[in-house]
């Protein structure tokens, strides 16, 4: 069972995550130190076991096989919902690999609680987490980012929110509105709105990033993106436009139907341009 915990305030804790880990066998936490403190505040003596980033394969087939024996296993993260940017995946996966049937408990999660609480786009988004650390797939990641157009939800530790502000503005551009996320629930939880450049001057000319943070980045608007792409179609001769979808698999009516949708264009002014282009 995967198990939902507070991300700050305590009182978010649910009466049935109370009781699933009240009556639990054992529960396997992502940090058994800080889980001691929730455990102990809501009077839960359950057994406790270390699962982690550093062990999440080798001991996730010892719970397996200790789930097949009849133990009854919660998952706990650090915070918020397990298997949301942490080890719990692998776990989840292995488990059902093995016919266990899985099942969450719901409760709070910093990604859905920034977004609802952002004023951005909700009706569709991506979760990209945090960003990759390496150079290459975190150019990877940004890169893709720049053609997304649904509302983008990645989490970002202070010391480096700078640092990322600064390569989303470069990939997105600094007038992309964003909401930044801070201390979710707790005491001196903050939703700022402001643009990547907005947010890069906050932090380089005065305050001080703290707290865990979540950017809650707007898409790239579809107009604007058909308007480039139409602008970039009529660099192309209606020949190489046509070619283009037929070098990428396209029959030569799908592609000249695809061709005359880009340019805006009936099928037979696109097919009279051809002609004339070939005189």
């Known amino acids: 069972m995967l198990v939902a915990t507070p991300i700050g305030n305590l009182e978010d804790m649910t009466y049935r995550a109370v009781r699933v ?3 639990a066998d054992l529960i396997a936490a992502e940090d058994t130190r800080g889980s001691l403190k929730l455990l102990n505040h809501f009077d839960i003596h359950t057994p406790m076991t270390s699962y982690h980033q550093n062990n999440r394969i080798e001991k996730a087939r010892v719970l397996v096989e200790k789930m097949l024996g009849g133990t009854t296993i919660a998952l706990v993260t650090d915070a918020g919902t397990p298997g949301i940017s942490d080890p719990g995946e692998d776990l989840v ?3 059902l690999e093995a016919g266990i049937p899985v099942t969450s408990i719901p409760g709070a999660c910093a990604c859905i609680t920034a977004l609802t609480m952002s004023g951005q786009a909700t009706r ?12 290459k797939p975190r150019q990877e990641v940004l890169e893709e980012l720049k053609e997304e157009t649904r509302t983008i939800v990645m989490y970002e530790a202070p010391h480096r929110l700078v640092r990322t502000l600064k390569e989303l503005a470069q990939v997105l551009g600094s007038e992309r509105p964003v909401t930044l996320c801070r201390e979710l629930t707790k005491k001196h939880e903050e939703n700022f709105v402001s643009t990547l450049g907005g947010l890069i001057e906050r932090y380089e000319t005065g305050d ?3 707290g865990e943070c979540v950017l809650v980045i707007a898409g790239r608007d579809r107009r604007e993106m058909k308007l480039e792409q139409q602008q970039e179609w009529r660099r192309l001769s209606p020949g190489e436009h046509v070619r283009l979808y037929e070098e990428q698999g396209m ?8 061709a005359a949708k880009d340019r805006g264009v009936s099928k037979s002014d696109l097919y009279r341009q051809l002609l ?3 005189e």
């Open 276 to 278: 004339e282009e070939n």
């Open 93 to 95: 996966r292995m488990s």
């Open 21 to 23: 880990l009240q009556e």
């Open 124 to 135: 569709r988004f991506c979760f990209e987490a945090f960003l990759p650390p390496d150079k």
């Open 208 to 210: 001080e990033p703290r």
């Open 251 to 258: 029959d030569r009516k799908a592609a000249m139907k695809a």
